[in-house]
Every structure is written in C-alpha cells, then in structure tokens.
T-cell receptor
Framework: DQQVKQNSPSLSVQEGRISILNCDYT??????FLWYKKYPAEGPTFLISISSIKDKNEDGRFTVFLNKSAKHLSLHIVPSQPGDSAVYFC?????????????FGTGTRLTVIP | DAGITQSPRHKVTETGTPVTLRCHQTENHRYMYWYRQDPGHGLRLIHY???????DKGEVSDGYSVSRSKTEDFLLTLESATSSQTSVYFC????????????FGPGTRLTVT
C-alpha cells in the first residue's frame, strides 16, 4: 500500500510561471519530508527537505510547504525554468526504521515550456 | 556529486541466472541502501545497511540478498533472476542516523529475459 502518493503524473507550466507539485501521505509517524529531482538516465538528486516541526522551508526558487493536519506537502518552483523539466519525487522518512528509511511517491513529470 | 558508482550500468541476463550488482562509495558514509524503480511505483527499498556486516530488509526484499564486507561496497544479489526483477536499481548513501538526506548513484538498468 502506497504510503506516499503523488496523484498528478504530469504537469506542464510556462517558463517564468509557478510550478506547484503536490504530495499526500498516510503515515502520521513520518517526521521528515524530502523532494528529489530526477533527469532521465541519472539517479535522483536531493532538492529540498522539511522537518515535521516546520510548515515551510525555502531555498532559492524552491519552497516546500507542509500541512500536517492534512498530511499534505507541496513544492513550489518560482519562476519555473526549462532546466527544471524533470521527474520530481517526494519522499518521507519513518523514524521507526532506525536507518531513516525513505518512502517515495510515484513521481510527477514536470515540463516547463519555453 | 556524492562519490557513488554502480556497476554494471546496464545488464541483460536470462531467467534463473544469479546476478550481482555493485555499489561503491568514496564518502565513508555509514548507511547504504538499494532501491528499485518501476513505473507506477516510484522507488522502493529492497535492503539497507547500517554498517559493515549489518544489513536489514526493506519493503521488497524477496528474491534479493545483500552483503557489505567493507564500508565502501554494498552488493545486491538476485539469487535466481526472474522477469519481474527487470527494473532500474539505485544505490543510495547517507551519513548516519541523524541525517535524512540520501544521495543516489547513477543506477543500473537490469533486463531479465
């Protein structure tokens, strides 16, 4: 059963506009959330993260928002650039595993149109 | 770039044969992980290691075994490959229990015919 869900398999956005990628989770024990970006034929690269004690974390053009009551997080990219076109995975860490094992969503393919 | 390499990068093998994939890191990270990526499933954890000779099962461990005899190397073995194990396999590393971020290798594309 998928504990982390990304319900939008794809998203297209015009260059310069905001991209919003969404993620929902079911396990209330998750205590840390991460976003990864993946280009074809490469491994995922870490993008940004947020602890469950915060509701927002910002790093340049990227902001992650966490709504614990709704078990929902989102990634905002402003402004979107063509180089942002990739598959984005959200992930959540389960502290009960002892090794901070990550549970991943199925990914959203973002296309930024020039 | 985290110093993670995976070998081979591509492999085609026949059903029933054993296959070993290698992950090598130069970062001296304590934790190492093996994932598989499949359409519709994202990345799923197969096995992980929290030190030399210390390993444990992940979400989809059936049909796989691992070994870690040195800090820098983590091996994934498919004991008898099946077509359902056709996938892209990623190795990841992280510092330790206080570090949540994992850093991934470039992946191995395995096809079982």
């Amino acid at each position: 059963d998928q504990q982390v869900k990304q319900n939008s398999p794809s998203l297209s956005v015009q260059e310069g506009r905001i991209s919003i990628l969404n993620c929902d989770y079911t396990n209330s024990m998750f205590d840390y959330f991460l976003w990864y970006k993946k280009y074809p034929a490469e491994g995922p690269t870490f993008l940004i993260s947020i602890s469950s004690i915060k509701d927002k974390n910002e790093d340049g053009r990227f902001t992650v928002f966490l709504n614990k009551s709704a078990k929902h997080l989102s990634l905002h990219i402003v402004p979107s650039q063509p180089g942002d076109s990739a598959v984005y995975f959200c992930a959540a860490s389960d502290p009960q595993t002892g090794a901070n094992n990550l549970f991943f969503g199925t990914g959203t393919r973002l296309t930024v149109i020039p | 770039d985290a110093g993670i390499t995976q070998s081979p990068r591509h492999k085609v093998t026949e059903t029933g044969t054993p296959v070993t994939l290698r992950c090598h890191q130069t970062e001296n990270h304590r934790y190492m992980y093996w994932y598989r990526q499949d359409p519709g499933h994202g990345l799923r954890l197969i096995h992980y290691s929290y030190g030399v000779k210390d390993t444990d099962k992940g979400e989809v461990s059936d049909g796989y075994s691992v070994s870690r005899s040195k800090t820098e190397d983590f091996l994934l073995t498919l004991e008898s490959a099946t077509s359902s194990q056709t996938s892209v396999y990623f190795c990841a590393i992280s510092w330790g229990q206080d570090a949540y971020e994992q850093y991934f290798g470039p992946g191995t594309r395995l096809t079982v015919t």
